[in-house]
């Protein structure tokens, strides 16, 4: 089953905040009540676990155990803002929570959230205008900006392409706060052309963007995508506790040799131990599970196939 995320238009084009682990966090905990069959209400509490977290953004367990924690900290401070119209036809500006209810685990490594009353109904309504994606797009992305450009960006794919969004509402819309990237040249590099980099990178779209200006200043920006032409593949990649209990014993003695050479790796080695003294050592730190998710990121410098 497909890993699917839906959200209300409403809530897509809402103005909010959110770091990296805080989205994801919010997305888990979407997929967990859709996959559960329980729905989302506002008075009982979604579980999201580490376990999950390390399988579908492959980090390892450790960095999801802090991540987790520390979103906990914040994720109930953050709001929202998005427009409503009622039923006498006028405009409500509807400022809210993401959360009524937050708590860590320590023992389980398990996030309980519930979510707040003017946030469920902008997730399980599903009769009006909707926004759905597989998870697994936004997976690899490590920019917050990108996970929201997404997101802006799919909520306009049966036309492929937005209508122009003023520089002042894509800020908002984006999670730029007001004294961040004030300059231009900063926002493009720091927020949009990353964001766009990564999209195109690791999403099913290919995007570009089109500035639109007043006089000599930039007021707003467009833009158009298409999907990528992408061979389907019944399988995700393989997890970290996937690729460790298909590890070899062969293939730690290889890799801990090609580690033991690599510039950085000097922080994992022992004074004046030499490159075989150090190589048995990281045999000995790859049989270890925990170890492992650590150096993976230098295992796959060295060619260690994680796909």
């Known amino acids: 089953m497909r890993d699917l995320v839906v959200k209300d238009n409403a809530l897509i084009n809402a103005s909010y905040n959110l770091d990296l682990v805080e989205q994801r966090l919010i997305l888990l905990a979407i997929v967990e009540a859709r996959g559960s069959g329980r729905g989302i209400n506002a008075n009982d509490p979604l579980e999201v676990h580490a376990e999950s977290y390390v399988n579908q953004f492959n980090v390892a367990r450790q960095t999801a155990y802090q991540a987790l924690k520390d979103a906990c900290k914040d994720l109930f401070a953050r709001q929202f803002s998005y427009q409503e119209i009622n039923k006498r036809g006028k405009v409500e500006n509807v400022l809210s929570r993401w959360v009524s209810e937050i708590r860590y685990i320590d023992d389980e490594a398990t996030v309980k959230l519930i979510f707040a009353p003017a946030i469920v109904p902008l997730i399980t309504r599903l009769e009006e205008q909707f926004t759905k994606y597989e998870l697994q797009q936004i997976s690899e992305l490590s920019s917050a900006y990108a996970v929201r450009l997404y997101e802006l960006l799919i909520a306009w794919r049966s036309t492929g392409q937005t209508p122009v969004i003023e520089l002042a509402e894509f800020r908002q819309k984006i999670g730029v706060l007001d004294d ?128």
């Open 180 to 307: 961040e990237y004030t300059r231009m040249g900063n926002f493009k590099d720091r927020v949009l052309n990353l964001a766009i980099a990564q999209v195109n990178e690791h999403t099913d779209i290919k995007v570009k963007y089109e500035q639109h200006k007043k006089g000599r200043n930039i007021s707003g920006f467009s833009f158009t995508f298409k999907q990528k032409n992408v061979v389907t593949t019944n399988s995700k990649s393989p997890s970290p506790t996937d690729l460790f209990s298909k590890l070899t014993d062969k293939q730690r003695h290889i890799f801990a040799s090609k580690l033991s050479e690599l510039p950085d790796m000097n922080k994992y080695s022992q004074g004046t131990e030499s490159y075989a003294q150090f190589a048995v050592r990281l045999v000995e730190m790859l049989q270890d599970q925990n170890k492992f998710e650590e150096l993976l990121p230098y295992l796959k410098k060295v060619g260690f196939n994680t796909k």
